[in-house]
């Protein structure tokens, strides 16, 4: 069995959860997100005929032949960050991403004041209720 073949998908809006069995992204997941998710996402919200931009980080993930020449043919345009250089060049992973690390840590200490254990089967919920708070407007556009 291949470790694709197990890959776990959750849906919710535009988005999806996926990890191999050891719960790491791999080369097969990173073609697959841009894809099943990233494409078809933007294909509807910007149409066929236009030129995205995708900023992403060095993982080996995102250098397969695979990758590459999807995003070829799909006018993704992709602008690769350099490692180590989040301070500078990844606002969000400080800004935005810290804000949801506190909101995240905070939801988790409510809850087990609560008595309320987070399990698999919602996780995802208490997760975005962390991220509603963490992810706005004020905080994104402040990061840059």
């Known amino acids: 069995m291949s470790e694709i073949s197990t890959i776990v998908n959750t849906y919710l ?73 989040t301070h500078c060049l990844q606002p969000c992973d400080i800004s935005v991403f810290g804000s949801l690390n506190s909101t995240w840590k905070a939801e988790v200490t409510k809850l087990s004041m609560e008595m309320i254990p987070i399990w698999k089967n919602n996780l995802i919920k208490h997760y975005l209720q962390a991220r509603k708070k963490a992810f706005t407007l004020d905080t994104i556009r402040n990061a840059w």
């Open 13 to 85: 809006m535009d988005q999806s959860i996926s990890h191999s069995l050891k719960g790491w992204t791999n080369q097969e997941l990173g073609s697959k997100w841009l894809e099943q998710d990233f494409e078809p996402v933007m294909a509807a919200k910007c149409g066929d005929n236009e030129y995205w931009l995708l900023t992403i980080d060095g993982h080996n993930s995102h250098t397969t032949y695979q990758f590459c020449s999807f995003v070829e043919r799909h006018k993704i345009i992709i602008l690769c960050l350099p490692s180590h250089t």
